[in-house]
């Protein structure tokens, strides 16, 4: 069991627009939803996922693949700088890398992910367009502990989202990401608030 604190501390990792984070960083402002962002990491420079965090006034780190002669040493740079601000829970919200063995021993119980399907349907980086292209009529998003393999950690929690005859990817990927963010902040505040247990594949929220 994993006891959150009175003020669960959240770093977010991200990649990209930071949607989910930005809905974090707003649901946080609220002391009664239990929790606040503390730091935001990326993988990148340049993305808009970093001037939501400024924006916020929440400081941020970037590690780059390429600045570490090896992935174990970024997997490892990234888990010292994570662990600097002492999270309690730590979210992937478009994080688009998968981290080492080393991160995931130091938060492999408490390494959330937000995929962007309903699992284990259509993993990957292109899930929407996948789940198109295999013409199911529905599809959602996912929340997950994140494991050592490609989005197949134990299940937090999922939402369906129809898909309509006239979707193109982008139109499906919004109508997702709508439901995945009420999604992440909903199950977020609840997992803070009341901690959880992981049994093999099996997540309680006592
Ligand atoms: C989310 O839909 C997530 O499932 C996928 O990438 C998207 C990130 O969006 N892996 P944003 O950066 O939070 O806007």
Same mark, same amino acid.
């Given at each position: ?38 730091a935001v ?14 924006a916020?006034?929440? #400081?941020?780190?970037?590690?780059r693949?390429k600045?570490h #002669?090896?992935r174990?040493?970024w997997d ?18 478009g994080f ?9 021993a ?21 899930? #929407?367009?996948d ?21 197949t ?9 129809p ?9 499906l ?12 902040v ?16 099996k997540?309680?929220?006592?």
């Amino acid at each position: 069991m994993t006891e959150p604190a009175s003020v669960a501390r959240i770093v977010v990792l991200v990649s990209g627009s930071g949607s989910n984070l930005q809905a974090l960083l707003d649901a946080t402002v609220d002391p009664a939803y239990g929790a606040r962002v503390v730091a935001v990491g990326a993988d990148r420079d340049g993305i808009a996922g970093l001037d939501r965090a400024a924006a916020a006034g929440v #400081p941020s780190f970037v590690e780059r693949v390429k600045d570490h #002669p090896t992935r174990a040493d970024w997997d490892a740079a990234l888990t010292k700088q994570v662990a600097a601000y002492r999270p309690d829970l730590v979210i992937s919200a478009g994080f688009l890398k998968l981290v080492g063995p080393e991160f995931l021993a130091a938060f492999g119980d408490r390494y959330l992910n937000t995929h962007n399907t309903l699992l284990p349907a259509f993993p990957g980086i292109h899930g #929407p367009r996948d789940a198109l292209a295999y013409g199911v009529k529905i599809t959602g998003a996912t929340l997950f502990f994140v494991d050592a393999g490609m989005d197949t950690g134990p299940i937090v929690a999922q939402v369906a989202v129809p898909v309509l005859d006239d979707d193109d990817e982008e139109t499906l990927t919004e109508r997702i990401k709508s439901a995945e963010r009420r999604q992440l902040v909903e199950q977020v505040g609840r997992l803070v608030r009341e901690g959880w247990t992981i049994t093999g594949r099996k997540v309680t929220v006592p």
